[in-house]
Each structure stands twice: as structure tokens, then as C-alpha cells.
């Protein structure tokens, strides 16, 4: 079986639609106001729908991305060549078959909710953060970045669930939850075990991890306000791993971009009038 496919390579049927990332990042939709699951906006459904949909097709990579880890590099202690812990394989492998449980609960809970599949785009991102050639960059890009945003995305859909006096959505999200705290500590664990001897490479790596975290503010739209379209969920995080310090980053980089698509905005509509 081949190593490091690429995410053209990815197995889907027709339901599926993909979007590039380039249409993703410029879609003028993507933006603060339909990102946010507001319990009180007109259209609710449709962007609690969409989120789900979002999370469904996640999940798929997720389980995708962890499989490939698996199986991508041989095991062994040579770290430097590439070799990585049994053990981490072993957990790869756990973590694949909580991303297949995953996907089945996220698309019943899609319609639950009154979506179907297919209804709303699929981008591949995070696949692509899973095909880095060095497994340390990938525990850092998929285990500490995209599964982060799992755990923030799932805290807030499950106060959205309570919000909504909606008990299916509430149970679900919080398993999903219990289980991305776990991904996101494999993540931790295994990058520090496999550089503890190679500092540069750690360093490189958490620096890879800051520009997936960047992409995955998604244009600012990450912050610990209640209104942030994406709340970050410091509690969980730090239980994952996570510093203060690291969940802070995070926070002002979404602030920066968010002030700057602000100022922005605001220009355009001074030009405007
Ligand atoms: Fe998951
Ligand atoms: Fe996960």
C-alpha cells in the first residue's frame, strides 16, 4: 500500500463537494457574522447546520490524517530518520477509531438537526495539515492545531445544545469532546517524547503548529469573548497540555486579524460613503 498520499487521493462518492482552500479563505461569506452560532440569529438552522456539516467532514480527515500517521512511518527509535514509538502508532490507531465513532455520531446529529450530507461544501485543510513528511509536525499540526479547534468547537456547540434545550446535541458533543481532550494530549505527549533530544526540531515544529492555529482562526474569528464566532476553550485545553501561555497566543493572534479585518471594514465604509 503507498506512503503519504496526497489529499486528491482521498476516497469519496458523489454526495461529497469539494472546495479549495483558496475559495475557502476568499469566500466573502466566511465571515464573523454567519460563522457565529448564535442562538438568537434569524437563521440559526442554517449556520448550526452548516457548523455540523463542517464537523462531520472533519471528522472524516480526522480519522484519515491519524490513519496515515499510523501507518506513514515505520516503528522504531530512530527518530531522526524518520522512525517513530510503536506506542504512538498504537495510539494513532485508538484515536482512528474514535474519529470513525465521530463520524457517525456527528452525521446522525446533522440530521438530527434537518441537514443531509453533501448539503454543504467540503474542504480538504485538514487533510493537508496531516501530510507533512515529518510525523512530529503532524502531531503538531493535526493533534495539538486541528484537534484544539475540535475542542473549542465542541465546548461551544455543547453550550449551544444547553442553550437551546437540545439534550441530543448536549450528550453527543460532550463524548466527542472527552475524546479530543485525549487526542489532543497524545499530541502533546508523543511531540515532546520524540524530540526530547532535538530542540530545533521541536522548535520548528510548534512554530508549524502556530501557522495551522493562524489558518484556523479562520480570519479572527476565534476569541474568548461570549460573542466570538469560535470560543476558545482554555479549561479543556489546558487539561489537553496546553499552557496559558500557548492558549494566549492563540487569542491575540485572533485579535490582531480581527482588528485588522475591522479596520478594514470600517475604511471601506468611510471610502463607501
Ligand atoms: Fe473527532
Ligand atoms: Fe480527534
Known sequence: MKTHISPTALARDTRFNR??????????????EVGHVDPMAEDVGDRARRRMHGIFVGEIQALEGAGRTAFDFPAGDDYANGEIPYELKLDMARQCWDEARHCEISIKLAEHMGGELGEY???????????????????AGVNRALEGLAIDVFTQMRDFGRETGDPVMVYCEDFMLADEVTHVKMGSKWLRAVTENDPE??????????????????RGQRGEEYESPIRLARQFRKMAGFTDGEVDVIAEAAAKERAAIEAEQMAASILAE
Open 201 to 218: 526540531r521541536r522548535k520548528s515544529a510548534l512554530e508549524f503548529q502556530r501557522v495551522v492555529d493562524g489558518l484556523f482562526n479562520f
Open 19 to 32: 472546495q479549495t482552500s483558496e475559495d475557502r479563505f476568499t469566500d466573502p461569506r466566511s465571515t464573523m
Open 121 to 139: 461544501v467540503e474542504n480538504t485543510m485538514l487533510f493537508e495539515a496531516a501530510c507533512h513528511n515529518d510525523p512530529v509536525f503532524r502531531l
